[in-house]
Antibody, heavy 124, light 107 residues
Framework: QVQLQESGPGLVKPSQTLSLTCTVS??????????WNWIRQRPGEGLEWIGY???????FYNPSLKGRITISLDTSKNQFSLRLTSVSAADTAVYYC????????????????WGQGTLVTVSS | DIQMTQSPSSLSASVGDRVTITCRAS??????LNWYQQNPGKAPKLLIY???SFQSGVPSRFSGSGSGTDFTLTISSLQPEDSATYYC?????????FGQGTKLEIK
């Protein structure tokens, strides 16, 4: 059974960098069948897609986060990571990592496995 | 960006009712539309993918339909455990986008 688990600091100071890691178990991150996503949810709000990384290292980011994001992959540890720079209170959210399954024949994709989420609070 | 608009934003229904949630995309997304259920304090759970395909283990009372710009999630006979927030999401292009959510309460 595939499992994803987020880890990282729960409190980050304004203007600093938020860093989270997602550890994948029960399956290899080094596969051409999946995108590895970060998604966040501000308190009381909906879901916001942050970006994803492919096993090749290709990345796609949400332009709304204006160049503050880096997503990276560590295949030796079966992990992928998120860095978000210059954080403010608006970045306070539950951060989820999730696997996006790509159906080769039809090209459809969907988020089939999610981590439990980790709350990151930006505050001095 | 493709905008996803759900309606209603919230609804209240009784056990056994047939419930329909609508999602509209700002442009044609074919069948690249997924539905998720989220309970408070939990991660979203995939219900339906590719507009109408069932995710394994999801009760058969959940179904999805639509293509292009208009999509529907239907719960044929509402159960108490269906109280949750439901989100649609397009996987047609990046950035991936979600609807704003529909909060479903049981009367």
């Amino acid at each position: 059974q595939v499992q994803l688990q987020e880890s990282g600091p729960g409190l980050v100071k304004p203007s600093q960098t938020l860093s989270l890691t997602c550890t994948v178990s029960g399956g290899s991150i080094n596969s051409d069948t999946y995108y590895w996503n970060w998604i966040r949810q501000r308190p009381g709000e909906g879901l916001e897609w942050i970006g994803y990384i492919y096993y090749s290292g290709s990345t796609f980011y949400n332009p709304s986060l204006k160049g503050r994001i880096t997503i990276s992959l560590d295949t030796s540890k079966n992990q992928f990571s998120l860095r978000l720079t210059s954080v403010s209170a608006a970045d306070t959210a539950v951060y989820y990592c999730a696997r996006e399954n790509l159906v080769e024949v039809t090209a459809v994709s969907y988020l089939d496995y999610w981590g439990q989420g980790t709350l990151v609070t930006v505050s001095s | 960006d493709i905008q996803m608009t759900q309606s209603p934003s919230s609804l209240s229904a009784s056990v056994g009712d047939r419930v329909t949630i609508t999602c509209r995309a700002s442009q044609n997304i074919g069948d690249f539309l997924n539905w998720y259920q989220q309970n408070p304090g939990k991660a979203p759970k995939l219900l339906i993918y590719a507009a109408s395909s069932f995710q394994s283990g999801v009760p058969s009372r959940f179904s999805g339909s639509g293509s292009g710009t208009d999509f529907t999630l239907t719960i044929s006979s509402l159960q108490p455990e269906d109280s949750a927030t439901y989100y649609c999401q397009q996987s047609y292009s990046t950035p991936r986008t979600f609807g704003q959510g529909t909060k479903l309460e049981i009367k």
